[in-house]
């Protein structure tokens, strides 16, 4: 900020990686990250998913879950098996990450580039991507933002069709809620 540059942070919702303190714990069976998380014990659930979800990269990472040694379970990981899917219908999850976003908004960060968003929320049934949900999490990021950091910026990474980009920036009564 003194040299007069603003500073941009990449931060990515949808996934974290396994090596990553809360899955670390999830693997050591700490039921709480375990819940931050999509942990299957069968295939019956995650083959249920993968009629419908799309394969991100189908050639360099097929499937959409990893089997976990340590708990012998599968988890959610549409783009790597290093890169596990959070489970954002645990409220737990989602006052995290939103504690993560104040707490950079607060060590100065002006823009938060938010990475993979489309992906965030799952449905069995669903293609999981771009679903109403999504957008209810990006309010929900931005308004508490708002609340603590108000001349933060939200830019997404929202991989869509491009009839698709215009719900990012919200729509009908939250136009302008969602990403800047």
């Given at each position: 900020h003194n040299q007069k540059m603003s500073v941009v942070a990449d931060i990515v919702l949808n996934h974290s990686a396994d090596s990553n303190e809360w899955a670390m714990k999830a693997k050591q069976g700490d039921e709480k990250y375990k819940d931050y998380f999509y942990f299957f014990k069968g295939r019956e659930i995650p083959d249920e998913y993968e009629k419908t979800m799309t394969?991100?990269?189908?050639?360099t990472a097929p499937g959409n879950f990893?089997?976990?040694?340590?708990?012998?379970?599968?988890?959610?990981?549409?783009?790597?098996?290093?890169?596990w899917d959070l489970n954002y219908k645990n409220p737990?999850?989602?006052?995290?990450?939103?504690?993560?976003?104040?707490?950079?908004?607060?060590?100065?960060?002006?823009i938060m580039r938010l990475d993979a968003v489309a992906y965030m929320w799952k449905e069995i049934g669903k293609r999981n991507e771009n679903l109403p949900q999504v957008h209810t999490l990006l309010q929900i990021f931005k308004l508490?933002?708002?609340m603590v950091a108000p001349a933060?910026?939200?830019?997404?990474?929202?991989?869509?069709?491009?009839?698709?980009?215009?719900?990012?920036f919200g729509e009908g009564i939250s136009q302008g809620d969602e990403c800047d």
């Open positions: 394969e991100i990269f189908p050639d990893t089997w976990v040694e340590e708990q012998k379970e599968w988890v959610m990981t549409l783009f790597h098996n290093y890169q737990r999850l989602l006052v995290e990450m939103i504690d993560n976003l104040l707490f950079l908004a607060n060590k100065g960060v002006d508490c933002g708002q933060v910026a939200y830019i997404a990474e929202a991989i869509v069709a491009p009839n698709e980009i215009i719900k990012y």
